[in-house]
């Protein structure tokens, strides 16, 4: 078939021109483009339908019956929407659909089903046109995906995912991941080059290496680990020997078949016969080799030996047959005995049974000459067991079956523990092991190749493999919880076990678990519910409170009424929980129900033994000020029949005491006085002066207003006043114009005293001044200047206050006189009869203030206090302590002797503390006694018993070997091992196999010695040494049997009888080791506050202890032995002392400073000063002063009233007139008057202060100026107070102040106005006024509280809108609103110290042995410091070191080399060692080997394993054979990291096993190397670089190196591998040239490159080098310029340029340098500036310095005259140079002095013509 059409098209279009061919094609993509786009536009319908998303699933049941619907509509192809009818109807969606609709309960049948994640596949292939890097750094991001899907619990079937989004959120589907980079094999350098393995001819000789990082994620594979190389030591003498003896490895063990068995599996004769003839060769091989080794005797003493050798050999057999026989009859016993239960024997097993009896009989018979002696004593032997048994069949007759039951039962226990019993199967058998010849190409040949006298053994006696066998599982035990308590708490266990019927022999099956457990839990209602056990605490003690640091004051006397924070303690036991809440506690039952128990039965988190608390603070009693004294009044005025009377003031409680702490103090002071009134008027004002006669002016009276108040200043009617006296008008006067006028009469002052005695009496005053002058004659004159003031008496009571005083209340006693009360009351305390109401008394007795007591009738009777008040009466309280507790447990070990006994403890508790004259707690609370040692030690051993019978290969296996005539040889044999208890007594075997160390062997090799074999005995002892280091001592051995008459057998150098040592120099040394223990404290030093009650927490922290450094004893090989040796006890114990805490201390308060304002609110500060900082742990200060760091600050508010000082006036002077009208008095004039700033008080301005404590700014004046009235002028008062200016203040409002004529004037004159007025100005005469709230008080404490709450305060302050505080009076007339919380509760910290428990008991030591053991104790944190509480300790945990014991152990020696017996190569065994070592433990020290005996307390294990192998297989490999070595060490755990970051793929291990060849012709048979790796845990990160080496001609050595600097193979990059060749091409082969880095042929150092026009090397030449030599150049002191080493060039060295350095001025191309035309000039210039120099100083005058030479008298510098004693030289400039200057230029260092400026006539005389030779000395 031929292309379609397009493929045609294609086609033909290729075969047109190339231009032709692209016009055509592009035209047909474009119109094939437009013709799809057409088609597009015309097919795109213009309307289609839109769907919006599903609704919720609705439905009326739950599952796949609801439905779910959508919204549908018509949209045009732009986006907006049209009718329905415009689309397509038969394309419409659907709206509805049936749905699952998921309820609640669906959640337990449906969930998500994750499937595994897939394989990550890379980001890179996921992309399209994404190249992945060629380098891989860190790994390749990936993606992974899985799938997940909702199902159904049950069967797993697939549902919708919408159910399961209902209850949970999809689970993600894909994942990122990492594809780690590929890992290459990692390899170690190469061990060194073996020896050859031939000594002559051709060998090989190896060398390894092995893996450190197996390949991973696809890297490379392991390279070869063995590397070969051929060798020839040198040729070889005569015929190499080809072929080697080689045993094979012995075969499985086997039991020989008995005789009739081996009979009717014997072959033909003529097969027998053959391989008796093949055997025969080996024989008579033997048999010469015996021969040869023999010397020949005579015939007769031949024969002789060949017939005592017969008999031995059929000897041997009767025994071995008779072994085996006696085993036939036991199995054939066993079979019978089965087939009495089962089937019957065959016929064939019982004639084999028959037939071994007769060959036993037979054999009996042919030994039975030599055995008759054996048979007698065997007889007699046999009468006296038959007694025996005849006299224990007597005494089981009169046993009781029980006593026949146990017996029958030990007699099986003895019997299991025999050899061939119940659990030891014991069979001995043989092995045998295949001998061939092996040629070194490892072809077996035959084995008279092999040229060995003597054959090794093929055979030897071994143990039947038996498996271990176990019985079925024995019923479960009952549960060990026997009692039901709660499902989830603690469950019981039960055990069920099996019995071992067989035990593992010779190398069978080991033995399963022997015991297996279940938890268990019993049912509710088959057993009774276990007895809880739950915490109980004691009462909490009493609270107690530590002061703070800033309360620290020593005026505080009294420091037992502390109140605030605390803390208090109490103690935790357990108790049964059915006994928790006694309802009485004095009932016996409850009170053993409190019984503790020990604490570990309360399984639950204990209470908390401290909690903090807190002491009400007694609020003191706080009364007000005295109140003003009162009138005269009636003591009682209802009862005015007594005469007397009293004035009284008083004052208030504003704050009322609490808990009865303290008494207010009298709130009523008195005074005795006459005339007394209930009541009496008071003059509220007078009237306005009404002239007499109706008149303007003249004479008239006042009228008083007046109303009716009683004693205590309260309005009342005015009909009570009718006995007083109603005060009468007032005359007055009203002047006339001509009339002196006066101004009113001030207010009476204040009284100046307050009580009027002898000395003192009180006074007030009032006072009036001059207004206007009389108009001469014809009015009224002035009066004097005393008229103008007046004086009364007032206070007049004598100064006798009395009061009534009273004492604090007595005890609360019992009154009887009140039964009834006592008996409701009782109801109402919850009938409680121990409880009733009392009464209290107090003293009250009246006191003359000053003075004393005095008889009460001086006091007010009325206001006596009561003295009797009625009270409750504490309840007696007993104490209560719980029952005695049960003994504590006694340490479960056996007592040796010379220890001292254990003690055990009980205690009990107490719970409630006596009160209130309750009986009294019990002074003992806890009792000690010894415990007693425990008769039986649990504890469990094997007991090995002896040694039966050696037993070897039997004589059917080794009757045709040579030398079998013998029963001599190698065998096995068997012992015996049972279980026992540590006192004696029997035990299962199945405990010993638990708790007892491993079973000893039960089997042993054992050697049958020959007739021509040398018999001795044990070595005996050592003999016992006179002193140490003095003599030898010895042991000693015998010959025994025949070997005493041979003569061999005497040889003392083969068989030495005795040895003989130095006796033990045992010298010891004690020095101490380790560091000093912590400081430890004696113990005993807590405190008790009550009897039994512990105080924790209050420790002796402080003071003198004891530390302890340990003693190490050293023998004299400087071997750790015990310390007894050195009569050390162990330790150095030293005094020491631990540092008391010191607390900071801080100074006393200061006084409170002033209120830092005078009016208004305001605070005042007192602080304390840093007087010692705290250090060992004291209490810390607290929060001091940011500034200077050393003061605390309290800060209080106060108020400063605003009244409180106040100015006070006198009266105006008299005018003072300037312009004086001498006829009228009148004109101009000034006024003064004093003004005093005065302590105001209740009574009135009392005492002058300073001025400065007034408001200065509402100070009045002092002077004014003013003009007196003239007669007839109209006199005003003065001018009255501003009115208030309206609020808010505006300058168009205004304030006034009006004046009231006093006098008026005369015809034609006017009064002044009378009123005067002014604009309202802001913060001038009209202010605004407003609250401002203070900063919050520190918190503020009752008197005596240390810390808890407390209260903060703030103050309102009325603030005038200029700034200033005035009186709150201000603020509160306004009505503003107070909006602001005054007080609020504040905490104080309390000072809660660190409370610690006890330290526990001394832990065991750390190590049982060595220099590194100590001994910690430890204690925790009850309670953290809070506050300024004293802080926590930091020492926690003390230690002190343990008593040093050395630490033996056993260690293996090495392995022995691996021998193979009898042959050159094949299998063998190695054996090794194990020893006892003494070391101390530190490691640093080489353990050294001791006698056994020491390690007798030490397990037989060695690194933890207690299997002890000692030989194992191995095998020597023949030469020529290729083998694998031994697998190396697991090498250390290596993580998978890039730049140090793990990736996370965990760690891995490997090790491995090279090749090794000895033989070339052998290669290709060796074996494949091996590998393994495994994970492991932990590991590090290795980081792998490159690293060069230095070059060498054209190459260096590159090398990998690993980051712990191993060198290794593989690992580094490959890509990034340095170069390490730079060969070039073409090869330099000019003379002196060298291939450079960059690939081009250069010159050796001294060489310069001369090269071609096309920049190829044409030669290289010897450049001129000059060599500047450096201070370490021995050939400084040589200068030249010569070529530097032009025959020999030398190699470049680092640091060459150290040394010397060369300069090379000729360029690549044999041009100069630049820089040789730069350095030319540079040469020329200098050059000029030296001639130039060099004239100028010949031209200069000559400065010459005085040199002192001997004989010359002067010394020091100056211009002079050369002499003899001069040295002159030529300088320019001379007299500029300082004496420092010649010191450095002329080295002349004598010229010390200045130089001395000559005149200049000196100068020129003195200065000698210049001398040229001269210029340099």
Known sequence: MGPPGGARLVLGVLKQPACLFIWRLSLLFFSMWALDAQTTVETKPLYIWQTGPWGRCMGSECGPGGSQSRAVWCAHSEGWTTLHTNCDQTERPDNQQSCFRVCDWHKDLYEWQLGAWNQCVPVMMRSAGVQRPTVCTKGEEGIQTREVGCVQKSDGEPAEDVICEYFEPKPRQEQACLIPCPRDCVVSEFSPWTSCSKTCGIGLRNRIRFVLAPPLFGGSACPNLTEFQTCQPGLCEGEENLYSLRVGPWGSCSVPLPRIARQAEKPPKESSKRSREIDKSAKEGSKQSRDGETPSRGGDKQAREEGKQSMRERKKMRDDEKQYQEKDIKSTEGEEKVSKNGNKPSLSNRKLVRENRKQGKAFRQADRPKRQKKVKNKAKKEKMREKGKGRLREKGKTKDPETRELIKKKRNKNRQNRPGGKFWDLQVGYQTREVTCVHKRGTIE??????????????????????????????????????????????????RNRKVSQFPIGGGVECPELEEKEPCSPQDGVVPPCTVYTWKTTEWTECRVDMLLSQQDRRRGNLTGLCGGGIQTREVYCVQASAVAPSNLSSLRS?????????????????????????????????SLWSAWGPCTYENCQDQTNNKGFKLRKRRIINEPTDGTGNCPHLVEAIPCEDPSCFEWLVVKLEECVPDNEKECGPGTQIPQVQCINSDGEKVGKQLCRDAILPMPTICEVPCSKDCALSPWTPWSFCSHTCSGKNTEGKQTRVRSILAHNAGEGGLQCPNVSALQE?????????????????????????????????????????????????????????????????????????????????LLPCKRDCTVTPYSDWSFCPPVCQTGGKTKSKQYRKRMIIQLPAN???????????????????????????????????????????????????????????????????????????????????????????????DDCQLSSWSKFSTCTADCVGVRTRKRILIGKSKKRDQCKNNQMYPLSEMQYCPCNKYNAQPVGNWS???????????????????????????????????????????????????HGYIEEACITPCPSDCKLSEWSNWSRCSKSCGSGVKVRSKWLREKPYNGGRPCPKLDHVNQAQVYEVVPCVSDCGQYVWVTEPWSVWKVSSVDLKSNCGEGVQTRKIRCMLNTIDGPSEQVEDYLCDPEEMPLGARNSRLPCPEDCVLSDWGAWSACPLPCSENSTRVRVAFPLRKPGKEKKCPPTKEAESCKINRNCFHYSYNITDWSTCQLSDRAVCGYGLKTRMLDCVRSDGKSVDLSFCKELGLERKWQMNASCVVECPVNCQLSEWSPWSECTHTCGLAGTLFRTRTVIQAPQGDGRPCPSQMKQWKPCLLKPCYSWRYSA?????????????????RNVSCFVSDGSGQQDSSVVDEELCGDVELSVNGDRQIILQELCTVPCPGDCYLTEWTVWSPCQLSCVSGDDLGFGSIQVRSRAVVAQDPENLLECPEQELEARPCAGGQCFEYKWRTGTWRGSSRHVWCQRSDGLNVTGGCLAAAKPLADRSCDPPCTKPWSLCTEAGVCGCEEGYTEVMTSDGVLDQCTVIPVLEIPTASDTKADVKTIR???????????????????????????????????????????????????????????????????????????????????????????????????????????????????????????????????????
């Open 446 to 495: 035959a084995l008279s190749l092999c040229s060995q006298e003597m054959l090794p053994v093929t055979f030897q006696a071994c143990v039947i493999p038996r498996d271990c066998d176990v019985t079925e599982w024995s019923g479960w035990s009952a549960c060990s919880k026997q009692c039901y308590y709660n499902p989830n708490g603690a469950k019981g266990e039960r055990s």
């Open 917 to 1011: 004259g309750g009986q009294d707690c019990p002074e003992i609370l806890s009792q000690e006694r010894e415990c007693e040692a425990p008769s039986v030690c649990h504890g469990y051993r094997w007991k090995t018993h002896k040694w039966r019978r050696c037993q070897l290969v039997p004589w059917s296996v080794r009757q045709d070997t040579p030398g079998a005539q013998e029963t001599c040889g190698s065998g096995i044999q068997f012992r015996a091992v049972s279980c026992r208890k540590l006192d004696g007594g029997q035990a299962d075997v199945e405990v010993c196999l638990k708790l007892a160390s491993p079973m000893p062997p039960l089997t042993q090799l054992c050697h049958l010695p020959c007739q």
């Open 591 to 623: 009170r053993e129900g409190l019984r503790p128990v020990d604490s570990e039965l309360c399984l639950g988190v204990p209470p908390n033994t401290t909690q903090l608390c807190h002491i009400s603070c007694p609020v003191e009693c706080e009364v």
């Open 1683 to 1817: 070529a530097y080493n032009p025959i020999q060039p030398a190699a470049s060295a680092p640091g060459r340029a150290g040394r010397t350095w060369f300069l090379q001025p000729f360029g690549p191309d044999g041009t100069l340098k630049t820089w040789v035309y730069g350095v030319a000039a540079g040469v020329f210039v200098l050059l000029v500036f030296i001639i130039s120099m060099t004239y100028l100083a010949c031209n200069c005058g000559r400065c010459l310095c005085l040199k002192s030479r001997s004989g010359c008298p002067s010394d020091g510098a100056y211009w002079m005259e050369p002499s003899t004693c001069t040295v002159p030289y030529t300088c320019p400039a001379c007299q500029k140079l300082e004496q420092d200057e010649f010191n450095r230029q002329s080295h002349l260092h004598q010229c010390v002095a200045p130089l001395q400026q000559p005149p200049p006539s000196q100068l020129e005389h003195s200065l000698p013509p210049p001398h040229f030779e001269t210029l340099i000395t």
């Open 791 to 871: 004086m009364r008496n007032c206070n007049e009571h004598p100064c006798t206050v009395y009061h009534w005083q009273t004492g604090p209340w007595g005890q609360c006693i019992e009154d009887s006189s009140g039964p009834n009360t006592n008996t409701s009351l009782g109801r109402t305390r919850g009938d409680d009869i121990s409880c009733s109401v009392g009464m209290q008394t107090r003293k009250v007795i009246c006191v003359r203030v000053n003075v004393g007591q005095v008889p009460p009738k001086k006091c007010p009777e009325s206001l006596r206090p009561d003295t009797v008040r009625p009270c």
């Open 1078 to 1128: 912590d400081c430890i404290l004696p113990e005993g030093s807590r405190m008790e506050s009550q009897p039994g009650v512990r105080v924790q927490g209050d420790m002796k922290e402080c003071g003198q202890g004891y530390r302890y450094q340990a003693m190490v004893c050293y023998d004299q090989d400087n071997r750790i032995v015990e310390t007894s040796r050195c009569n050390s």
């Open 1455 to 1471: 392995w022995s080399d691996c021998k193979s017996d009898g042959a050159r190569c094949g299998e063998g065994m190695r054996f």
